[in-house]
T-cell receptor, first 111, second 114 residues
Framework: SQQGEEDPQALSIQEGENATMNCSYK?????LQWYRQNSGRGLVHLIL?????REKHSGRLRVTLDTSKKSSSLLITASRAADTASYFC???????????FGAGTRLTVKP | SAVISQKPSRDICQRGTSLTIQCQVD?????MFWYRQQPGQSLTLIAT?????????ESGFVIDKFPISRPNLTFSTLTVSNMSPEDSSIYLC???????????FGQGTRLTVV
C-alpha cells in the first residue's frame, strides 16, 4: 500500500517560477527519496534525504524533511518546460526493505 | 549506479493468456522489486524478488497470479498469469544496492489485455 500523500495533486506554473511539492508519510522512516517520471515511463532518482538530515540541495532542487511532522517538500527553482513531469516521494520505513510511494504531483511548466 | 533493461516495453494480450516480463541489470543489485502503476496513479508494490527463494508478496497479490523468479543478482522476471482486462497497467521493476540507497527503475512494460 502507499505510504503517504502528496499535494498538490497537480501544479501548473510558468517557466521561471518556482514549484513546491509536499509529501506526508505515516511511519518512521530511514530515508525519503524523490523521483521524477515522464509520461508513464521509468522513474528517475532525484535526491535522497536521510532521517537525520533536514535539508538537501542538488542543482535547482531543494528538499526539506521534517520528521516531527512526517513531511517533506521538494522545491524546484527557476522551472523550465523540461521539468514537466510527475514527481513522487518514496519512503523507506524503519525495518522494511522496500520503498512505498506517495500519490505524486503532476507538474506542468508552461513555456 | 545501475541500468535496468526491461522488456517488453509494451504488449497487447488476449485474456486468459500469460505474459512474462524480464528485467536485466547491468550490475549486481541487492534488492529487486516489482511495481504496478495504473495510468495517472502512483506505484503499488507487488512483491520483493528474493534471490534464490520465493518472492515476498504484498497484500492483494498472490504467487499463482504473479509468479516471480530471481535466479541471480542481476535478473528477475514477473509473469502476469491468466490475464483479464483488469490487469491492464504499467509494470515496473526496480533494484537497489542496499537498504537506504537510491533505486533504479526499468522503463516499464505497458500491458493491455483485450
Amino acid at each position: 500500500s502507499q505510504q503517504g500523500e502528496e499535494d498538490p495533486q497537480a501544479l501548473s506554473i510558468q517557466e521561471g517560477e518556482n514549484a513546491t511539492m509536499n509529501c506526508s508519510y505515516k511511519t518512521s522512516i530511514n530515508n525519503l527519496q524523490w523521483y521524477r517520471q515522464n509520461s508513464g515511463r521509468g522513474l528517475v532518482h532525484l535526491i535522497l534525504i536521510r532521517s537525520n538530515e533536514r535539508e538537501k540541495h542538488s542543482g535547482r532542487l531543494r528538499v526539506t524533511l521534517d520528521t516531527s511532522k512526517k513531511s517533506s517538500s521538494l522545491l524546484i527553482t527557476a522551472s523550465r518546460a523540461a521539468d514537466t513531469a510527475s514527481y513522487f516521494c518514496a519512503t523507506d520505513a524503519v525495518g522494511i526493505d522496500d520503498m512505498r510511494f506517495g500519490a505524486g504531483t503532476r507538474l506542468t511548466v508552461k513555456p | 549506479s545501475a541500468v535496468i533493461s526491461q522488456k517488453p516495453s509494451r504488449d497487447i494480450c488476449q485474456r486468459g493468456t500469460s505474459l512474462t516480463i524480464q528485467c536485466q541489470v547491468d550490475s549486481q543489485v541487492t534488492m529487486m522489486f516489482w511495481y504496478r502503476q495504473q495510468p495517472g496513479q502512483s506505484l503499488t508494490l507487488i512483491a520483493t524478488a528474493n534471490q534464490g527463494s520465493e518472492a515476498t508478496y504484498e497484500s492483494g497479490f498472490v504467487i499463482d497470479k504473479f509468479p516471480i523468479s530471481r535466479p541471480n543478482l542481476t535478473f528477475s522476471t514477473l509473469t502476469v498469469s491468466n490475464m483479464s482486462p483488469e490487469d491492464s497497467s504499467i509494470y515496473l521493476c526496480s533494484g537497489n544496492k542496499g537498504r537506504a540507497t537510491e533505486a533504479f527503475f526499468g522503463q516499464g512494460t505497458r500491458l493491455t489485455v483485450v
